[in-house]
């Protein structure tokens, strides 16, 4: 006798088959669009004479925009060990990474970055690009308008792994004038306060090969710096072949500007997908 739920049972066991197939397609779209959609995580590296907290105007705006935003501690020991420091960082970090840099962060990222196939983007914001060979202080004999001179820093004798070394200290009239200056003064006075040194060595050591010749850059140009004359920025800028933003800001466009530095670090980070 003729099972009559038998062609039933057949029709339920195809349409659950097929659902299970077309859940499963499903499933891999939304993974597919999830991955393409992904947000690269933000390092923002500091410079001298400053901390992570310059950063937290960046990282409160892209947090809220939902990035992953991570701010480390610069050392200011020497671009390579430097360097070292933060390249460890980045190779603990899954997908895609857009690295910043400010001042003297700008070489930092660019050496930290080399060989690390997750770093899509790097961004300077009033910082140095180097190219090999080159050390901060001797680029900075080619641009000698900075105001960032001899007589307005502080020197105190310290051993950096083994050598004889000065930590440099922004005075804190000067801090004000010519470091921050466009900020008020109620804020550049803590800036001084809490200033990180920079040792001397790390302004006469050379760079080594640079990651921009193989990473897209994009940079701030920061017009009233006195610290990184502007037509130094754009000498460095201009040979890397970066994407170029300029704001009517001091040296610390980062914390005057963090709009401004925002807009153009979710560009390159668009720029990776």
């Not at 779209?29 to 310059?54: C, W």
């Not at 660019?110 to 060979?133: Q, T």
């Not at 680029?139 to 020197?155: C, H, I, N, R, S």
């Not at 550049?188 to 920079?198: E, F, G, K």
């Amino acid at each position: 006798m003729t099972n009559p739920f038998a062609n039933t049972a057949k029709l339920v066991l195809a349409a659950t088959i097929v659902g299970a197939a077309s859940a499963r397609v499903g499933v891999a779209s939304a993974q597919t669009i999830n991955n393409s959609q992904a947000k690269p995580t933000i390092v923002l590296v500091h410079g001298a004479f400053a901390d992570a907290s310059s950063w937290n105007g960046e990282v409160a705006l892209l947090q809220n925009d939902g990035y992953t935003v991570i701010a480390p501690p610069n050392e200011l020991r020497g671009i390579a060990n430097d360097a070292k420091s933060v390249a460890s960082l980045l190779a603990s970090i899954k997908g895609p990474i857009v690295l910043v840099g400010h001042s003297y962060g700008g070489p930092v990222i660019e050496s930290a970055a080399a060989g690390n196939a997750n770093v899509k983007a790097l961004v300077f914001v009033s910082a140095y690009a180097l190219d090999a060979g080159e050390s901060v202080a001797g680029l900075g004999e080619k641009f000698p308008d900075t105001q960032l001179t001899p007589a307005v820093l502080t020197k105190v004798p310290f051993d950096n792994q083994g050598h004889q070394d000065l930590d440099l200290y922004v005075n804190t009239d000067a801090f004000e004038s010519v470091f921050a200056n466009g900020l008020p003064k109620s804020q550049s006075v803590i800036m001084a306060a809490t200033q990180r040194p920079l040792a001397l060595g790390a302004l006469n050591e050379k760079a080594t090969e640079p990651a921009w010749k193989t990473i897209p850059s994009w940079a701030v140009l920061s017009a009233n710096d006195l610290v990184i004359p502007p037509d130094e920025q754009q000498f460095m800028y201009g040979r890397i072949k970066a994407k170029v933003t300029r704001v009517d800001a001091g040296h610390t466009a980062l914390v005057s500007h963090p709009d401004v530095v925002v807009k153009v670090i979710e560009e390159a980070a668009n720029a990776t997908k």
